[in-house]
């Protein structure tokens, strides 16, 4: 049943759709206010010049990685 209902990913417009959503969706979580994350990562926060980071953060940044690389692999 997974198969079926994500084998439309594997496509090179389906691949453009979920790097794009990852990206926008890390660039979101980058750009907020830290909070808990998935009420399973503590709101941590630190201070770097002047801006708080935390937990939120740094799962945006990976996100956004991930979602740039896929663009990349399917686009380039």
């Known amino acids: 049943m997974l198969k079926q209902l994500c084998s439309w990913t594997e496509s090179q417009g389906g691949m453009i759709i979920c790097a794009s959503v990852a ?3 890390g660039l979101h979580l980058m750009f907020t206010p830290p909070q808990k994350v998935l009420g399973i990562l503590p709101a941590f926060t630190y201070e770097v010049g002047g ?3 935390g937990a939120q953060q740094w799962v945006g940044a990976a996100l956004t990685i991930c979602g740039l690389c896929g663009l990349g692999a399917c686009c380039l």
């Open 51 to 53: 801006r708080e980071y």
């Open 23 to 25: 990206t926008i969706g």
